[in-house]
């Protein structure tokens, strides 16, 4: 019997790449000029799909493969998944929980350290010469023994809050319900009147069709002109129109975001703000954690071709 044929939405590095052309056929989508044409001649064969978080698998690329079986995602994120394409027709989808928690969290609050003190603009100061001309660094923004909301406080937000514990941080979270493994932290139901008693406020949901723009005008005005947003999860959980409307006018103090709507394209009206700081969606990028995600995708992938139980399904 040959090798089993995957379509691959995106690169991985080699270490994924390699054991995955020698295990598979590989169809590489994201390769294709032409992906109508592509899906047409490769999908009939397609029985599984390997994929990245923010990448997924719509409606289209799943209806093109009438023999699909599976679709492994090499992330947390499963929402740009189509589930409801999925379930009619039995397709089993994996994700890559617990691997990436502790990256993720670490990049969120070295983000709201970065921002809050002025790193990146202070290490500017020093190199443009700035220090000797100008003159001494502007005064930041105190981090420890203030009050931080984390909205979400699910592995990523559990792991956030328990960094910030380490600051002496007032911490209150937000969450469908109290969480027993968080009796240190006030729960807060209602978002709004979490970011109104937080200087931070970290986004940290998983996001799906019931948590878009859960973090609309009211929740970024709550938090205010001195306040600070941190998004770690997905740009959907955001209003980004709100957002850049209420940082262009000052309403926002400042944001730190990891993750943009239709990025990498990012709205140019980001680029021309000095109030919020930029990242490349690289939140679990370490060589540890991208390995250790790479290895799970490809786990659940030979799982599944195997007749095994899948690892960490979502579906
Ligand atoms: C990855 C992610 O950057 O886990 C997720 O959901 O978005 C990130 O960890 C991404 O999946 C890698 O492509």
Known sequence: MGK???LQMGPYPDWDQNPLDEAFVMHRYFEAADKAAFLAEVGPRVRGIATRGELGANAT?????????VISVYGVGFDAV?????????IRVTNTPDVLT?????LG??????QSRGIIGAETWVRDGSWASKGLYPLKRRVWGR????????RIGYEVARRLAGFDMDIAYSDVAPRDYAADWTFVADPVALAERSDFLFVTLAASADT???????????????????????????????????????ALGSAALDVFEGEPKLNPRFLALDNVMLQPHHASGTVET??????????????HFAGQPLLTPVL
């Open 4 to 6: 089993v044929e995957l």
């Open 61 to 69: 690329v799943i209806a093109a493969c009438p023999n699909l079986e």
């Open 82 to 90: 189509d589930l409801s394409a999925c379930r009619p027709r039995g």
């Open 102 to 106: 502790k990256d993720v969290a670490d």
């Open 109 to 114: 609050v070295a983000m709201m350290l970065a």
């Open 147 to 154: 009050r931080v909301g984390v909205l979400g406080l699910g």
């Open 212 to 250: 878009r723009h859960i973090v609309g005008r009211k929740v970024i005005e709550a938090l205010g002109p001195e306040g600070m947003l941190i998004n770690i999860s997905r740009a959907s959980n955001i209003d980004e129109e709100a957002l850049l409307a209420a940082l262009e006018s000052g």
């Open 290 to 303: 991208r390995k250790a995600m790479g290895k799970l995708m490809r786990d659940n992938l030979t799982a």
